[in-house]
């Protein structure tokens, strides 16, 4: 299994990016073709205090070859050009083998 995953840096309005995360972005990436789920992680913390980051999203397909199909969808496509537009600024993405 592989997955996607998306950092998010704190947003200047949490309660406006929460809700269109929420309301658009999640809709937009369930359709994608391959996924297999969303796993969506609130980060309220860490060992030495306040975190990086604000959120974490990890999208997980069968295999590599899953993925890749997935990232030239037109649905995939949809949502990152969605996710460029309410937070571009603050999204770091990765990909990574599950083991």
């Known amino acids: 299994m592989v997955k ?12 406006d990016f929460d809700k269109h995360y929420h ?7 369930q359709k994608v ?22 959120l974490m999203a990890e999208m997980y397909f069968d295999n590599a070859e899953a993925m890749a199909t997935a990232m030239k969808s037109p ?3 949809a949502a990152g050009k969605d996710v460029m537009s309410f937070a571009g600024k603050l999204v770091h993405m990765m ?3 599950v083991r």
Request: charged fraction near 25%; charge should be neutral.
């Open 4 to 15: 996607l995953i998306a950092l998010y840096t704190k947003p200047e309005n949490p309660g």
């Open 23 to 29: 309301e658009v972005h999640v809709p937009l990436v």
């Open 33 to 54: 073709p391959g996924l297999r789920r969303i796993e969506l992680s609130k980060i309220n913390g860490g060992p030495m205090g306040e975190a990086r980051y604000y």
């Open 75 to 77: 649905e995939m496509k």
């Open 95 to 97: 990909f990574a083998e």
